[in-house]
Each structure stands twice: as structure tokens, then as C-alpha cells.
């Protein structure tokens, strides 16, 4: 099955020396090279799972002006394994960043981080405006 294309956010932190995705709710560290997985089956009556919007108009309608331009990570997730529906978007029991936007509002030092996280994960940076 092809996997599923999401649109979320993360913010990030520093570990180990280098810099890590992390999952807002849970705080959850997103590893590198493989998939971030669900600890548990994402069965349909759970609530489980990495979640992820089904456009990048509902992602940035979610958030505010100030976090589009700010420092939290925004980008594009391959979903797989056990998918799930939802109005607005997706809950899976894998996710994996495929891309991360930037855009004109940023200053030139969050872009860096952004460029460097896209390094650490090797997916690209895509420029939103110009
Ligand atoms: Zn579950």
C-alpha cells in the first residue's frame, strides 16, 4: 500500500549532540534514519498512533501566524501500517518525514536549524514563498 501523505509540525531539541524532531504532546524524540513508530496496534477505538493533517491549508489554519514564522519544524509525513481517517486528517502507526517548508517570515537563524534538522533526517527543505 502507498503510503499516506500527512502535514504537521514538531518542535525540536537538542540530544546527544545533535538535533531531533520532537512530538508536541508527548515530547517523543523522532528518530533519524527510521520510521517513528506507535507503541501500541492503532486500532480503530484507540486514540494511539502519530497524527498528521490532511492538507498544509488545515495545518496552517491550526496554527497561529506567530508559530508559522517561529521555530516549531512544519513538513510533510509519509503514514503507514494502521491508517486512520478522520475529518482533518490521519492517525498511523508509522510516520516519516518526507519534506520541511520554509518561508520569507523566518529569520535567516531558524532557517539554518531547519536546514540542519533536514540534514539529520535527509529529506528536503521546500521554500513555501519567494
Ligand atoms: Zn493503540
Request: proline fraction near 5%; charged fraction near 20%.
Amino acid at each position: 500500500m502507498e503510503p499516506v501523505r500527512g502535514y504537521r509540525s514538531w518542535e525540536w531539541g537538542a540530544f546527544d549532540g545533535t538535533l531531533f524532531l520532537r512530538s508536541h504532546f508527548t515530547g517523543d524524540y523522532w528518530p533519524h534514519s527510521s520510521p517513528m513508530e506507535s507503541k501500541c496496534a492503532c486500532k480503530k477505538e484507540h486514540s494511539c498512533g502519530i497524527y498528521a493533517w490532511s492538507s498544509g491549508e488545515k495545518l496552517n489554519d491550526y496554527l497561529p501566524m506567530a508559530i508559522i514564522a517561529g521555530l516549531w519544524v512544519r513538513g510533510e509525513v509519509d503514514m503507514w501500517g494502521e491508517v486512520h481517517f478522520h475529518e482533518h486528517g490521519y492517525r498511523a502507526q508509522f510516520a516519516k518525514p518526507s519534506a520541511f517548508y520554509v518561508n520569507s517570515q523566518q529569520t535567516e537563524r531558524t532557517k539554518r536549524v531547519i536546514g540542519v534538522i533536514a540534514l539529520q533526517y535527509d529529506v528536503p527543505v521546500v521554500q513555501e514563498d519567494s
